[in-house]
T-cell receptor, first 114, second 115 residues
Framework: AQSVTQLDSQVPVFEEAPVELRCNYSSSVSVYLFWYVQYPNQGLQLLLKYLSGSTLVKGINGFEAEFNKSQTSFHLRKPSVHISDTAEYFCAVSGVDSSYKLIFGSGTRLLVRP | DAGVIQSPRHEVTEMGQEVTLRCKPISGHNSLFWYRQTMMRGLELLIYFNNNVPIDDSGMPEDRFSAKMPNASFSTLKIQPSEPRDSAVYFC?????????????FGEGSRLTVL
């Protein structure tokens, strides 16, 4: 079974500052990793994913994440945030043997202030 | 292209009433998921269909919950009888499982309030 931990429930940051949202996972098998974003009153949409290959993954809206197998982490970063990035961000994991079953973290609310 | 369509967007009902939530997945997708989102428990997978067949319903809370997928373009999630603790946002998501990419396309959700 897999699990995901997002330690930060809320991250406040000023506009144009860099941000990192932390995600750690546990699994007994190889994994696929994802970040999803949820804007208010909307469903989730995929930001980026790691399936295999390069450990640095680039996604939409200028976000990127790095898969670190030794630290079992998949932190999300953006060098300069905008007000429009204010949203809830979910890290998710699935085992490669049961890839349909996404396990989501509890979410991190990114609050970008002017 | 139309995304995943859910209805109703909001539902307020009284305890004991039957609730039916509906979902139309993206055309061509062969996997459908129902998730429940609450503050306390976050996002939980309730049930997963592949090619209209329920594959994993281990997340369905109890017998009051049932889900069907009579064809590739329609699914329902029914709660009977409803209870206040069922209040949550229910999301439907679809994907094309053959790609094994894990990218789910979510609807905008149905917010259920049980009084």
């Amino acid at each position: 079974a897999q699990s995901v931990t997002q330690l930060d429930s809320q991250v406040p940051v000023f506009e144009e500052a860099p941000v990192e949202l932390r995600c750690n996972y546990s699994s007994s098998v190889s994994v696929y990793l994802f970040w999803y974003v949820q804007y208010p009153n909307q469903g989730l949409q995929l930001l980026l994913k790691y399936l295999s290959g390069s450990t640095l993954v680039k996604g939409i809206n200028g976000f990127e994440a790095e898969f670190n197998k030794s630290q079992t982490s998949f932190h999300l970063r953006k060098p300069s945030v905008h007000i429009s990035d204010t949203a809830e961000y979910f890290c998710a994991v699935s085992g490669v043997d049961s890839s349909y079953k996404l396990i989501f973290g509890s979410g991190t609310r990114l609050l970008v202030r002017p | 292209d139309a995304g995943v369509i859910q209805s109703p967007r909001h539902e307020v009902t009284e305890m004991g009433q039957e609730v039916t939530l509906r979902c139309k997945p993206i055309s061509g997708h062969n996997s459908l998921f129902w998730y429940r989102q609450t503050m306390m428990r976050g996002l939980e997978l309730l049930i997963y269909f592949n090619n209209n067949v329920p594959i994993d319903d281990s997340g369905m809370p109890e017998d009051r919950f049932s889900a069907k997928m009579p064809n590739a373009s329609f699914s329902t999630l029914k709660i009977q009888p409803s209870e206040p603790r069922d209040s949550a946002v229910y999301f439907c998501a679809s994907s094309f499982r053959g790609h094994n990419t894990g990218e789910l396309f979510f609807g905008e959700g149905s917010r259920l309030t049980v009084l």
